[in-house]
């Protein structure tokens, strides 16, 4: 039996444009999951549109890709966007022994992935905190509006290293990272 892991993190600026991506294991292809992140934006812009529509931080259950990826969101205030790909196969279930009694997670719920975006945010909040980190030097759009040239990436190391560990250690039933 497995349990359910995280495949992909996905930081999505407010311009809509990839801040960071992450992917467990690492041998994963960046490409796959990034055409993955991009197809959730209009998942977001689609439930954000009709007015008078509270929107909820927690966006949810995103789309099902297939019967093994889901993609569950999630939306700061200053609308940047954060995405987990869930894979239903992902690792194996730690072996208790047979006959321990302990219940083998097969599905998650919503509120399983709420702790996950909660540290994620904690994460992207101390980044913001650090003052050699500018946002909007991520923006692909310069001040006139025309297009950027170079890296709209997150590039601090610290940040990186935390959404990676968020991600290793990660499973459903979790209610503190």
């Given at each position: 039996?497995s349990?359910?892991?995280?495949a992909?993190?996905?930081i999505?600026?407010?311009?809509?444009n990839?801040?960071?991506?992450?992917?467990?294991?690492p041998?994963?292809?960046?490409l796959e999951?990034s055409?993955?992140?991009?197809?959730?934006?209009d998942?977001?812009e689609?439930?954000?549109?009709?007015?008078?529509?509270?929107v909820?931080?927690?966006?949810?259950l995103?789309q099902a890709?297939?019967?093994r990826?889901a993609?569950?969101?999630?939306?700061t205030?200053?609308?940047?966007?954060?995405?987990?790909?869930?894979d239903?196969e992902g690792?194996?279930a730690?072996s208790?022994?047979?006959?321990?009694g302990?219940a083998?997670i097969t599905g998650?719920?919503?509120?399983d992935?709420?702790p996950?975006?909660?540290?994620?945010?904690?994460?992207y909040?101390?980044?913001l905190?650090n003052?050699?980190?500018?946002?909007?030097?991520?923006?692909?759009?310069?001040?006139?509006?025309?297009p950027?040239?170079g890296s709209?990436?997150i590039?601090?190391?610290?940040?990186?290293?935390?959404v990676r560990?968020?991600?290793?250690i990660w499973?459903p039933g979790?209610?503190?990272?």
């Amino acid at each position: 039996m497995s349990s359910p892991s995280i495949a992909c993190i996905g930081i999505i600026g407010k311009q809509n444009n990839p801040l960071h991506i992450s992917l467990f294991p690492p041998t994963r292809s960046m490409l796959e999951f990034s055409l993955l992140l991009s197809s959730n934006l209009d998942i977001f812009e689609a439930r954000i549109r009709p007015p008078l529509n509270p929107v909820d931080q927690d966006f949810g259950l995103l789309q099902a890709v297939d019967e093994r990826l889901a993609c569950y969101g999630w939306m700061t205030n200053t609308g940047v966007k954060f995405v987990a790909v869930v894979d239903m196969e992902g690792r194996p279930a730690p072996s208790e022994g047979l006959g321990s009694g302990k219940a083998v997670i097969t599905g998650i719920r919503d509120s399983d992935l709420k702790p996950l975006f909660k540290a994620i945010q904690t994460a992207y909040v101390r980044l913001l905190q650090n003052p050699f980190y500018d946002p909007d030097e991520h923006s692909p759009l310069g001040p006139n509006g025309e297009p950027k040239v170079g890296s709209t990436q997150i590039t601090s190391q610290r940040f990186i290293r935390e959404v990676r560990r968020i991600g290793d250690i990660w499973a459903p039933g979790i209610t503190n990272i």
